[in-house]
């Protein structure tokens, strides 16, 4: 039975131990003392705040004190726990970080600490899954070996055998993508349970090399939302129907939705999420995420189960853009069972936590695209505009030059532009085959999609007709695949309004670094020319909001508390830019830490470590 409780902010001993380590031992030569970071705030908002309430979580006037509190702190545990015991100073302390919140590098300095072992985190989140799963269905498959993963990592740790700086944190990944153990790849279909594959995916095989624990599988919207006219996010046939855990029965958006869910009330430390077009940007921007959507060709789709090559990505969903940083440079890099990813303009990709500068808006051109949000505004609208003209401001205070109007020069062409559709359904028709034929066991037959609209058609618990196979229709019925001409055609006039017609065009005709939307209008062009966006937190719908559902199955897609993000977005490889943006924006607002779940897990490390 799952508990709802109210979450609260809570002391965090660990984090601000943790922290005051970092910014003490990490001080560049450039670096201005006491802190840049505290003294270009300070700067921003009393040039331009003119009395306004400061549009960050915390007021920085308190971090003057943070390195004395630090020395404090350290003293009085050190006289606790004896200096013979310092080594474990974590472990005597009390002090245990919350995992609704918690980052990399705080679950790291616990691990290489002693204060707990990835067999300890293992089983907090496992026993946190429990506490809700069964309400909000994020996670549809527990890999049966976590824990044996998890005490050899240990073993290995403590042996000096370090792999990255991720080792033994766990992680979930979306039920497309495939891997070589005990956990099946439906993407949310019978039509595939009980299939193998000879090997990890490849962005499975990277996690694993880099010692991350591949924790379980999350929900879907079946087939990645590529079945249905008339479903619904977070829905499949194997895992249920997910919700948001920001309102009851909430919409969790898709096709990334147990991603989205997991991680956004600490089912694990993050999740891998898959889009094609807005399936990570969309459920990480209403589940209070960070989520990048990389460009097509950085990370390999190598044995995850597709609906387009020419638009599928992987990426992460994480709580922070350091977090999510650290995730893609892991899995970002060539692979020759990936061709697109042979087109990399650099042999190894770039170590992307090396763009984590609080300093990165200083500079930078930043375009705003106006008829995008004016298209697309509606009833619901008015706080989302209000929250992004917010942050407008707080990039300019940060440094950034603010270019509006900048229009996607084919706009007007775009909206009535239907090529993307035929793209996808072509390249589907295709690239299914594709993976199906590499499954090494394939106990439904299953080989085309005229196969697997069979098995859905005729098998009861793939809901049939009630959810109905509407985009497989189209897609048979278009009469060629990817291969024929008439695909390259479609494909040709669907990129323009991505590219030249689009994000790239914008950026070249007002010499931008980036584009900024409101992340539920930005992810169309950017998905059609295989561009990189980051989105990050922006706000949630106040108190006062007219609720809204969705046509089909009523999940409130719009309701107070519900959050929204803010999307920066790029010319192809620009991750590096972008998550600089974004983490500049992210650091002058924290806004993840003002919106809270309604429901979230109780069980914390301590409730696993007392019991040891």
């Known amino acids: ?259 989205g869910v997991g991680s956004s009330i600490g089912l694990a430390w993050a999740s891998l999420g898959t889009e094609t077009d807005g399936s990570i940007l969309s459920p990480s921007s209403v589940n209070n995420l960070v989520g990048i959507k990389p460009s097509v060709g950085l990370t390999s789709r190598s044995l995850v189960v597709p609906i387009s090559s020419h638009q599928d990505t992987i990426g992460p969903m994480a709580r922070t853009v350091s977090d999510a940083a650290y995730i893609l440079s892991v899995i970002a890099g060539r692979d020759v069972t990936d061709n697109y990813t042979l087109a990399q303009p650099w042999n190894s990709p770039p170590d992307y936590t090396k763009s984590l500068n609080f300093s990165s808006l200083r500079g930078a051109r930043i375009g705003i695209p106006r008829k995008v949000i004016a298209s697309y505004q509606d009833d619901s609208s008015p706080p989302v505009i209000s929250a992004f003209n917010a942050a407008v401001k707080v990039m300019k205070r940060a440094g950034a030059t603010i270019v509006e109007n900048t229009d996607y020069p084919a706009w007007e062409g775009y909206l009535k532009d239907d090529n993307e559709t035929l793209v996808l359904e072509a390249d589907f028709i295709s690239d299914l085959a594709a993976y199906l034929a590499q499954l090494e066991t394939n106990p439904n037959n299953v080989t085309s999609l005229a196969d697997v609209r069979n098995f859905t058609q005729g098998f009861p618990l793939e809901s049939y007709p009630t959810r109905d196979t509407a985009v497989w229709d189209g897609a048979l019925s278009l009469g060629y695949d990817n291969s024929d001409y008439q695909f390259w055609q479609a494909y040709q006039r669907s990129y323009y309004y991505g590219a030249e017609g689009g994000v790239l065009g914008a950026l070249e005709k007002y010499n931008l670094d980036a584009l900024i939307l409101p992340t539920d209008y930005s992810s169309g062009p950017s998905a059609r020319a295989g561009l990189p ?42 991750e590096e830019s972008l998550i600089g943006f974004a983490y500049a924006f992210e650091q002058r607002t924290q806004v993840r830490s003002k919106i809270k779940p309604y429901i979230a897990p109780t069980t914390q490390l301590a409730d696993v470590i007392s019991k040891q």
């Open 1 to 259: 039975m799952a508990r709802v409780v109210i979450v609260e902010s809570m002391p965090d001993c660990m984090r601000k131990l943790t922290q005051n380590v970092r910014n003490i031992i990490n001080l560049a030569p450039s670096d201005i003392f006491p802190s840049e970071k505290d003294y270009l705030l300070t700067r921003e908002y009393s040039e331009e705040s003119k009395g306004e309430p400061l549009p960050i979580a915390n007021s920085f006037c308190w971090r003057a004190m943070s390195f004395k509190v630090f020395v404090l702190v350290v003293l009085l545990c050190l006289s606790r726990v004896g200096w013979a015991t310092a080594p474990r100073l974590y472990t005597s302390s009390p002090c245990y970080p919350d995992l609704l919140d918690v980052g990399a590098e705080e679950l790291i300095a616990g691990l290489e600490n002693g204060a707990w072992s990835s067999v300890d985190l293992t089983k907090a989140y496992l026993l946190r899954i429990q506490e809700v799963n069964d309400l909000l269905h994020a996670v549809v498959e527990i890999n049966p070996e976590a824990l044996s993963i998890a005490e050899s990592l240990d073993a290995e740790r403590a042996n000096g055998t370090i792999r990255s700086a991720l080792h033994g944190i766990p992680m979930l990944i979306k039920n497309n993508i495939a891997t070589h153990d005990q956990m099946n790849n439906t993407a949310g279909s019978y039509a595939l349970l009980g299939a193998t594959v000879s090997r990890d995916a490849t962005v499975a095989a990277k996690l694993r090399t880099a010692g991350v624990i591949l924790l379980g599988k999350s929900n879907l919207s079946q087939w990645a939302n590529f079945r249905s006219s008339n479903s619904s996010s977070g829905w499949s046939a194997y895992g249920n129907q997910t919700t948001s855990a920001y309102y009851p029965n909430g919409d969790p958006s898709g096709s990334s939705s147990g991603s």
């Open 533 to 574: 966006v980051v989105t990050v937190p922006l706000g949630h719908y106040p108190a006062n909001t007219t609720i809204l559902k969705s046509r089909n199955w009523d999940l409130v897609q719009v309701a107070p508390n519900i959050p929204f993000g803010i999307s920066f977005i790029g010319a192809k490889w620009s």
